[in-house]
């Protein structure tokens, strides 16, 4: 056929991937995301979820997404320039804003948009973004999409982030860009020395606290507070899709960036499932259980090893 034959190539290249052991069917649960799960058949402790703190399947959480969506409908039935903009919407954005210490935020569809949204529509051609070499692949893809120069700094490197910072002094904005905790190794940026360096030369600052959100800082609050920083960095992204446990992402920022970013919009804001979101801060926040990972990732360590006795 045709269609078999213009699709040949992929065929091809996924002929490669398996030879190559990188082919990475998808996996089907066929129960709730929860410690335990089954996967073909066969009930298995699931160490592979971002649900850090369970609450994908807390009953609050499941109440009160059940009497939002009996209240609202399943979606918002327009986008939010036009008249998708719900109160439901508002109330969720300030309450983001309250618990990341922050003038406002601006909810999106994911994280990976929030990213894409405020990378391509806050910098414009002649500024710069200064970002770490292991920073998450939306913030790769973000800065492609920005017309704004791109400056690669060493992981974690503060001596080679002043140096990109010093060349690029003269820049209409300058905006440096880290993960919290970098989603493949877990290590954390150094946020204090960054912070320090970019204050220094006058540039923004911009977290991306997906990972470190209901883990790092007071209540789960992320890498920023962790390191006592509130008021210092200009833009957290976070996820709700993660800790929160159900699905959405964000910026919080000062007022002037979110109504920017809302009069831009280059990624809208979600208009589906907000209100889930909004379910999870009404319902359950990660106020308790954001202790946890840390004390259940110290029980699955392995035990020192004993000394080995002296021949």
Same mark, same amino acid.
């Given at each position: 056929?045709? #269609?078999?034959?213009? &699709?040949?190539?992929?065929?091809? =290249? ?20 929860? #410690? =335990?799960?089954?996967?073909d058949g066969k009930r298995v402790l699931n160490l592979s ?6 609450? #994908? ?10 009497? +939002? ?20 919407? =508002?109330?969720?954005?300030? /309450? ?16 990976? &948009? ?48 002043? /140096? ?7 820049? /209409?904005?300058?905006?440096? *860009? #880290? ?20 204050? /220094? ?37 976070? &996820? ?5 446990? *159900? ?24 208009? &589906? ?29 392995? +035990? ?8």
């Open positions: 056929m045709i #269609t078999e034959k213009k &699709t040949q190539f992929l065929v091809e =290249e996924l002929d490669q991937l398996k030879k190559n052991g990188l082919f990475r069917p998808l996996r089907v649960l066929a129960s709730a995301q929860d #410690t =335990e799960v089954v996967v979820s971002n649900n850090y703190l369970g609450l #994908t399947t807390h009953p609050r959480l499941k109440r009160a997404m059940v009497k +939002a969506t009996e209240e609202l409908g399943a979606g918002s039935g327009a986008v939010r320039t036009i008249a998708g903009t719900m109160a439901i919407h =508002e109330e969720l954005e300030s /309450r983001l804003a309250e618990f990341k210490h922050t003038e406002a935020s601006l909810v999106f569809q994911s994280g990976f &948009t929030a990213n894409l949204g405020v990378l391509q529509s806050l910098v414009k051609e002649g500024d710069v973004i200064i970002s770490d070499e292991l920073n998450h692949a939306s913030i790769i893809d973000g800065i492609r999409l920005s017309k704004a120069e791109r400056s690669i700094f060493k992981h974690r490197d503060l001596d080679d982030l002043e /140096r990109h910072l010093e060349k690029h002094r003269e820049k /209409r904005v300058k905006l440096v *860009v #880290t993960d919290g905790v970098f989603s493949m190794d877990g290590d954390i940026a150094p946020l204090a020395g960054i912070v320090d360096r970019a204050e /220094r030369f006058g540039a923004m600052i911009m977290v991306d606290d997906a990972h470190a959100s209901g883990v790092l800082g007071k209540n789960g609050r992320g890498s920023v507070n962790h390191f006592g920083l509130d008021g210092r960095v200009d833009l957290q992204m976070g &996820t709700l899709s993660k800790a929160i446990g *159900v699905l959405g992402g964000y910026v919080a920022a000062p007022q002037p960036v979110r109504i920017h970013l809302g009069s831009r919009r280059p990624a809208s804001p979600p208009s &589906t499932s907000c209100w889930r979101s909004r379910s999870a801060s009404r319902g359950c926040g990660p106020t308790r259980p954001a202790s946890r990972p840390a004390s259940n990732a110290s029980d699955l360590r392995p +035990a020192p090893a004993k000394p080995r006795s002296r021949p």
